[in-house]
């Protein structure tokens, strides 16, 4: 006959007995010792945490024929039918496979029937997974269930649960178990089944473990079969070690050592991924890590060098990785690239990471000051003997460097007017000017500066010209008088964005007279002939049909055209 797991042999018995869940038991016990059990309970946590269990001792107890304080005897008739699984007044149904509509009806025309016990008890595990049609069958039943009749829910997720079944359930939430909790109950079960494990065996197994009591003893079982060999358990120390000293080589070389051990790159990255978050939970809430106290405080001082930000984009990074190694032909690159990526330096990318860096590099050398060997010292007043106060800090500032506009050698040279050709005066001040700004103040004007403006003064100097520059003075033209008043509001604006765009600090002058045009680098094509306007009956000419002038639009003549804009309108014949 097959040996039963450790735990099958070592499930909880009493409430008393169960580990790490002291709220449910608290609320079950007090319930059935005072008389006042609940028809309907809905037990949800994580697999392994005693959600079964506890619902069959509850299930014990309701029928027990000795209670003692809301705990079964364990040793009538009763108690020893309902762990042997042969009672007729606990039934146990797996949602997960009876989800459909004929069973809930099955299980409530049974559930009318009478029992044998004080109450009939339904367990019904994983009914999350029951259909919509199933759970509008099993509602009404709880909601008005008979006298006799206990329903005990069990659930991994319930969030999936509908509503209005939980609202008809008294909840209560199963927890993972403490890790220390966990260490100490796996000392007691191998002491008492005689098994001979090592402290690196108890901390593997709670370590596989993972919070949940079957999944830790189900891991012991497996390490003591192996004769105590933990096997080579997976170190990420040096991960985490390559990820603070922004070493790509070590990150690569962990990664190696890992996969020529035999384990797969897709495990590696989930464990790192844990490993980290661990490490973060340890620097903000280490009462959270499932793990040993000594193991967090290690967790804790890795994590204080790395900093949380670098803990978060890790396992942010890692995540997207593992949703792409779904369909990866090679994962190890995958996960090989993204260690890379966050181990390089971090000043080392051009992304906005990488720029950040650099600042705060920049930012913090800046703040140090100078080396101390270069430091000079401190001036001395010749009058009184005596260090200047904030004498060293002035003599390491360096002087404010006068704003010199030196005269730039790009602008393009002013043509030589000819004979032929009378310059106006507004042109020929112009080009006496001497051009002393930077570059090329004409097109920083048109191209830079103008198109900076902001609101009313973009609109008000959009007509306005550039006409000269020189001596740190630009010299503007407006249309009119008028515009040049409205625009004198806003000049300070334009010195302003002059400073912002070029570097380079101006002052605004206007020009008594309007902009000139560049002259042209070769003789200008001659005008137009002027065009001269038409009178009045040329303009009346327009609405008289004509079969010699041309149609308009599909021909339609003007007015026939604002005739059909204008409906309604009436054309009034007048002097004009």
């Known amino acids: 006959m097959a040996t039963p797991s450790l735990y099958r042999r070592y499930r909880p018995r009493r409430f008393s007995e169960i580990k790490g869940q002291d709220h449910v038991v608290r609320a079950l016990r007090d319930s059935v010792a005072s008389g006042r059990e609940g028809q309907a309970y809905l037990f949800s946590g994580p697999r392994g945490t005693g959600k079964t269990t506890s619902a069959r001792i509850l299930a014990k107890v309701l029928n027990c024929e000795r209670p003692v304080d809301g705990e079964p005897c364990c040793e009538c008739s009763s108690c020893v039918e309902v762990e042997r699984g042969v009672s007729y007044d606990v039934h146990e149904l797996d949602a997960a496979s009876n989800n459909g509509v004929e069973a809930m009806r099955d299980l409530i025309e049974k559930a009318q029937l009478g029992t044998p016990g004080r109450h009939k008890v339904y367990i019904l595990d994983e009914v999350h997974m029951l259909s919509k049609p199933a759970e509008a069958a ?73 919070g949940s009591a079957r999944d830790t003893l189900s891991a012991l079982e497996l390490i003591a079969s192996s004769g105590g060999d933990v096997g080579e358990l997976l170190r990420f120390d040096e991960f985490v070690e390559a990820l603070i000293e922004h070493d790509p080589g070590q990150a690569l070389t962990a990664m190696a050592q890992l996969v020529n051990a035999g384990h797969d790159p897709r495990t590696i990255a989930e464990e790192l991924v844990k ?26 001082a890795q994590a204080q060098r790395l900093g949380a930000p670098a803990l978060v984009g890790a396992i942010e990074r890692l995540g997207e990785i593992m949703i792409e190694l779904r369909h990866a032909p090679d994962p190890r690159v995958l996960v090989e690239v993204a260690l890379v990526q966050l181990s390089r330096p971090r000043d080392s990318g051009d992304d906005v990471a990488g720029l950040a860096a650099r600042v705060a590099k920049l930012e913090k050398a800046v703040a140090s000051g100078p080396p101390a060997a270069a430091a000079l010292p401190a001036p001395v007043d010749p009058a009184t003997g005596r260090t200047k106060l904030g004498g060293r800090a002035q003599r390491g500032a360096p002087a404010p460097e006068p704003a010199v506009l030196a005269p730039s050698a790009a602008l393009p040279p002013e043509p030589v007017a000819t004979p032929a050709v009378t310059t106006p005066p507004a042109a020929a001040a112009a080009e006496s000017a001497p051009m002393v700004l930077d570059g090329n103040p004409r097109a920083d004007w048109a191209e830079r500066v103008r198109p900076s403006l902001k609101g009313l003064a973009r609109a008000l100097f959009a007509p306005v010209d550039f006409v000269s520059a020189g001596e740190g003075v630009v010299t503007l033209s407006a249309p009119n008088a008028t515009h040049r008043t409205k625009c004198d ?24 007279g309007p902009a000139e045009a560049p002259a042209p680098s070769r003789p200008a094509a001659p005008a137009p002939a002027s065009v001269p306007e038409p009178d009045h009956d040329e303009i009346d000419e327009l609405d008289r049909p004509d079969e010699s002038r041309p149609a308009i639009a599909g021909g339609q003549s003007v007015l026939d055209r604002l005739a059909e804009a204008f409906p309604g309108a009436e054309r009034v014949e007048g002097d004009t």
């Open 138 to 210: 099993l509602l009404k039943t709880l909601e008005e269930p008979p006298s006799h009749v206990v329903f005990v829910l069990a659930t991994t997720d319930p969030q999936k649960v509908s509503d209005t079944i939980r609202s008809r359930t008294q909840h209560l939430r199963f927890h993972l178990l403490a890790p220390d909790t966990l260490a100490e109950h796996v000392r007691w079960v191998a002491k008492d089944a005689g098994l001979d494990i090592s402290d690196d065996a108890v901390a593997a197994a709670v370590s596989q473990g993972a």
């Open 275 to 300: 490993h980290l978050r661990n490490a973060f939970l340890a620097l903000m809430a280490p009462n959270l890590v499932q793990l040993p106290a000594a193991e967090v405080d290690t967790l804790g």
């Open 489 to 512: 509001e806003h000049v300070a604006a334009v010195e302003r964005a002059w400073l912002d765009v070029t570097g380079r600090e101006v002052r605004v002058a206007w020009s008594d």
